[in-house]
């Protein structure tokens, strides 16, 4: 591992040399390189050293790529089909009206129109309150908020969680309270995961808890994966998996929640987790 | 687009990125072999993993990220195996990869994204999952090692 640690003057010249620096950095560096032939020395240097890197990467370039490697991919067999993550239930009905219930349900749809119409005629235009609920509790309002909470607190190494994970009993009942939303906290070992607390917010205002995992065993050491959850639904009720700001997400549907496992882009198995969240939760 | 063409997509886009990601992994493995195994590796789990790829952001972004990962993990098996860090460590043929292979680790690779594939600072430290401070100084360190090695070569040549 280096040690080797550049000096601030090194950093700044560095900065510059890639456009970096700020505009009072930028002028303090332009006036050392007119005055001091150690500072053009240092920066010479950098861009020596700069370039000499790009051309034995340029270098590595024209190197054969392995036949086998190229055959091993586009050979590489198809993705497995995608694991089935619970959805909402879609109630299966059957339609065969007799002449009655047709005339029956024409009326009642008729007045029903009337109804609707006398309503819409006394109070045409919708409040400005309601316009706005509207639109913040639409599913990607919601789902940019989900991710731009995991990316705050993910980056966290002391106030990741808001109660730690020694306090199940007050996790339960304060996440269950608040949202609504009836859980227990799915032990993630098998998936090299270590509960680390939860924490509650709001997204598309309404109240998300959210459980919180460190990944202590596997790929990417260190990195937080979150289970969220609430009782706002996802337009369509349908599940989805997708990476929006370099942040993965994998979301499902049940009857009573929207439920969301989000963690960085670079974990490929956020749908295992999930499907495996999805029983235990 | 269906899940089969998506499939078919990303393995063209993979064959056509793969000189690129062999350069990668050999600034993090530090040798071929590895190097192979581990864009084997990499490109296999982007493979079954591709409906995860929306086509939003650049997809070595996401590639590159999954090769730190799983190199890092590789890493921390062979400090826990002592075996299996004494395999596979051939160094590389060419003097100028050598000299940058053999530079500490972390340094190649941030060079590398900065100087050559052109991330910014943030996203180069994203993708290495360490703090942009951390990879502004490494990519300054490898420059600075760079330089000496290269001038310490032309004196020996002259």
Known sequence: ????????????????????????????????????????????????????????????????????????????????????????????????????????????????????????????????????????????????????????????????????????????????????????????????????GARLFAAGDVPVGQLLYRRTDGDGDGDVVAISFTKTRLEGNRSIEEIRNDTGLVSWVTPLATYMVVGPSSAADLDDIAAKAAGLI | MNQASLSTDIRRDLVALLPRLRRFALTLTGNAPEADALVREVADRAIQKSHHWKGEDRLENWLFSMMRSRADEARKRKRVDPDAADSGNAPGNHNSSNALLSMPEGFASALLLADVEGFTYAEGAAILSIPTDQFVARLCAARLKLSSVGTATSERRA
Not at chain 1, 92 to 104: M, V, Y
Not at chain 1, 115 to 137: H, K, N, Q
Not at chain 1, 159 to 170: F, K, S, T, Y
Request: charged share 25%; aromatic share 6%.
């Open chain 1, 1 to 196: 591992m280096g040690t080797f640690k550049p000096s601030p003057l090194e950093l700044q010249l560095s900065a510059y040399i890639d456009g970096q620096a700020n505009e009072r950095d930028r002028q303090d560096v332009e006036e050392l390189l007119v005055n001091d032939p150690q500072a053009r020395a240092l920066h010479d240097a950098l861009k020596h050293g700069a370039e000499t890197g790009r051309r034995a990467f340029e270098d590595m370039l024209k190197e054969p790529v392995p036949l086998d490697l190229v055959r091993a991919i586009r050979n590489a067999a198809l993705p497995r089909k995608a694991i089935r993550l619970p959805h909402a239930p879609h109630p299966t009905l059957s339609f065969k009206p007799s002449g009655p219930q047709i005339a029956a349900t024409c009326l009642v749809l008729f007045l029903l129109g009337g109804g609707i119409g006398y309503l819409v005629g006394a109070r045409p235009v919708a409040s400005e309150t309601e316009l706005i609920s509207a639109t913040a509790a639409n599913g990607r309002d919601w789902l940019d908020d989900i991710i731009a909470h995991y990316r705050l607190y993910a980056r966290q190494t002391d106030h990741l969680a808001e109660i730690p994970a020694e306090r199940p009993a007050d996790i339960l009942e304060w996440l269950t309270t608040n949202t609504g939303v009836g859980f227990r906290i799915p032990d993630l070992s098998d998936s090299g995961l270590t509960f680390q």
